[in-house]
Structures are given as C-alpha cells and as structure tokens.
C-alpha cells in the first residue's frame, strides 16, 4: 500500500509555557495555516515526520533541552528545518548563535504579530526551495546510478572540459567509443545538452 508524502506545510511550535502555545496556535490557525505544538524539545523529536514541509518556531528557553541544544540536534540529525527563533530575552550571544547555525530569524516576545506571520511565510518559502533542490538532487543521483563504470569516467571527463579527442586519449580509447559514450551519457541522464548536464554535474557536487 503507497503512502502518499504530506504536502501541505505545516507550523510546529516548541514552547514551554502553554499560554504561549496556545495564542501562536490561534493566531497562526487563523490564517488557515496547520500548527502543531509541543512543550518540549524532546516531543518535537519523537513526532517529528522529515517528510513533512514544516517550518519550526522555537522558544531559546526551557527546561532539560533548550531552543539551542535542539537546533544542534536537529544539525546532527542532517535535519535541515527552517527555524524562527523566540525569546523572552534579548540576548545578544544566544542570537548570533542561532544566526550561525542557520536561523532564520530571531524575534523578542512579545512580537509583532503581522513581522511574526510574514517571518512564517518565509520560512516555509525557504523550507520548499530546499525540498525541490533535494527532489531535483535524488532524481539526477538516480539517473546516475544507470551508467556504467566506463560512462561515469567519460561523464568525469566531459564535465571537466576535456574534448572528446582528449578524453578518448586519457581512456586509451577511440573517438568513436567516446561518442558511443557520451550519447549514452546525455540519453541516460536525459540532457538536452552539454551546459544541462553541466548544471547537473554541479547540482550532484561532480565538479
């Protein structure tokens, strides 16, 4: 039986104190967009689905783990969720470093409620992106996992700007083996052309 992937995006909220919770649920519901809300960072994992669009909105904080402890686990995880920081308290150390582990913003409670929604929106903006990159990245991955040992050192080759005479003399093979090659290469990897398959040579870090 085939699961469908969740595709609405979602809003997880991860704040200790239940006032808090529940006012953020209300406001962000009321524009018609999905929250869930736990009280600590510890829930937020045991729930957490990476298969889900989401964005997080994160008190620095609590008790046990803290906003900060959760976002260098998340890091560890190779879990790259866009993350809204919120504090009760200005602190400047705490702020620069979320920014350095890859926040997206930073804002002091009480905050502005239009700044904190159009924040959201961002966030989930940049959560997208980032999953149709991976989407893209699998789907190059996969049409590489199709060529053959010889093929992948001729796609080494080309993407590297050796000719196609210079890469037959490296390989020790002829021209012609070498176009035999490359049509392969550009069928397999279903590139209209040499900058396209460029591109995805960059996409897949081959260069």
């Known amino acids: 039986m085939m699961h469908n992937k969740p595709t609405t995006p979602i809003v997880y909220i991860v704040d200790d104190e239940f006032a808090v919770r529940d006012s953020l649920t209300i406001l962000i519901e009321s524009t018609g967009q999905p929250v869930m809300s736990f ?3 510890e829930s937020f994992l045991d729930h957490y689905d990476p298969e889900q669009p989401s964005c997080l909105l994160l008190d620095v904080r609590m008790p046990s783990m803290s906003g900060l402890d959760l976002q260098e686990e998340l890091i560890k995880r190779s879990i790259d969720i866009p993350i809204i920081f919120i504090s009760g308290h200005a602190d400047v150390p705490d702020s620069a470093k979320a920014f350095r582990a890859g926040a997206v913003d930073f804002l002091e409670k009480p905050f502005n409620e239009e700044i904190l ?4 929106e961002e966030a989930l903006s940049k959560d997208a992106q980032v999953r149709e990159q991976l989407r893209e990245k699998n ?3 996969e049409s590489l996992s199709h060529l053959t040992t010889r093929e992948r050192e001729v796609l080494n080759l080309i993407v590297r700007s050796h000719s196609n005479k ?8 002829s ?3 070498i176009d035999v090659h490359r049509a392969h290469i550009m069928e397999k990897m279903q590139a209209e052309n040499l900058a396209e398959l460029m ?6 870090d081959l260069l």
């Open 139 to 141: 789907k190059i991955l």
């Open 39 to 41: 009280e600590s960072a």
């Open 166 to 173: 210079e890469a037959a003399r490296i390989l020790d093979i």
């Open 175 to 177: 021209n012609r083996t």
């Open 199 to 204: 591109v995805m040579a960059m996409q897949c």
């Open 117 to 120: 929604l159009s924040r959201i």
